[in-house]
């Protein structure tokens, strides 16, 4: 087996240094914030197993990767980078990597939460300016918290939304029980939750799964977190409610199109809070990741 991990940050580049254990097979590391589809076949070149943080994997620019057999990708949420069913087809297997970060991501939906519901990040921009904005904000024990569906991210966060006095709803697609929540029908988790959190994998079935029409359904000037996929949500729909009110507030770690365009609509709207595809950056999510993704590689080398 010969890898590479084709994206490496120069921060995940010493973290993965950090793991790496004697008896682990040899993994390449190419130290590079972005690399573009077409520079695939030109890096991958000899190696039949790749390490993918976040570079976009078109099936037709792998089928040009001659050998290569397994894309490990960094994460849980690989249809946003490339179709494994069609990979798959090609010879390529695509491996991906759940629970690593269900803490780190569920302590960055409670964090965009409480500063949308205290517009924490607008004062914030006013102040820098000279402003003393003392805007009022929502007060949210005793509030319920709406989980469209429950993993281990979203059972972090009912963990700590109930701890901090919140009611906690939600709704899977498969039938689950979990102390201290209560689950409900679609309709009556949209209708009653002051915020509502997204925890859905982005799949052909869920793409757009919080459209126009269940928008309308939210109760006026709800808090929508949404650090899942991007493409759970009409966009469109999202940014006029976001204009119209009935949704409040919006803290938003994920998108549409990734890096989020200078000039989108979402930057210029003052009920929006935004961070980068950041909530799983943590050191201690980061270590687990590649720990397993080595793991993984090991695996593949065994020929388990």
């Known amino acids: 087996m010969k890898a590479l991990f084709v ?12 793991v790496v254990r004697p008896d682990d097979p040899p993994v390449d590391v190419h130290q590079q ?21 976040r570079t976009q994997m078109p099936t ?34 695509v491996h991906t990597i759940k629970g690593y ?15 949308a519901a205290r517009d924490l990040a607008a004062m914030d921009r006013v102040i820098r300016t000279g402003g003393w904005p003392r805007t009022e904000g929502a007060q949210l024990g005793g509030k319920t918290i709406g989980l469209l569906g ?17 009611r906690v709803l939600a709704w899977n697609r498969t039938p689950r029980t979990t102390p201290g929540v209560e689950f409900v029908p ?31 359904q939210l109760r006026p000037g709800v808090i929508l977190v949404n650090t899942a996929r991007g493409a759970l949500v009409d966009e469109a729909a999202m ?8 949704i409040g507030h919006a803290g938003l770690d994920v998108f549409d199109t990734e890096p989020l365009p200078p000039g989108h609509p979402l930057t210029e709207l003052e009920n929006v809070t935004l961070s980068a595809h950041s909530a799983f950056r943590t050191p201690e999510a980061s270590e687990t990741l590649l720990r397993r993704a080595l793991d993984i590689a090991r695996d593949i080398a065994q020929g388990s």
């Open 7 to 18: 994206d490496a940050t120069a921060e995940l580049d010493v973290i993965f240094r950090c």
């Open 150 to 166: 429950f993993g281990g991210i979203a059972a972090e966060v009912a963990r700590i939304a109930g701890g901090s006095g919140m």
């Open 239 to 246: 940014i006029a409610a976001l204009r119209s009110g009935q």
């Open 101 to 115: 970060g269900d803490v780190a991501v569920a302590e960055h939906a409670i964090a965009l939460m409480w500063s």
């Open 33 to 53: 914030d972005h690399v573009g589809p077409e520079d695939l076949p030109r890096l991958l070149a000899g190696y039949d197993t790749v390490l993918d943080d």
């Open 186 to 216: 679609l309709d009556r988790l949209l209708a009653e939750s002051h915020v509502l959190s997204l925890h859905l994998l982005l799949t052909d079935e869920t793409r757009g799964f919080l459209s126009a029409e269940r928008i309308a």
């Open 60 to 93: 037709e620019v792998l089928r040009r990767c001659a050998g290569l057999k397994h894309v490990i990708f960094l994460g849980t949420g690989a249809r946003s980078y490339m179709h494994p069913e069609e990979l798959a087809e090609a010879g390529i297997t």
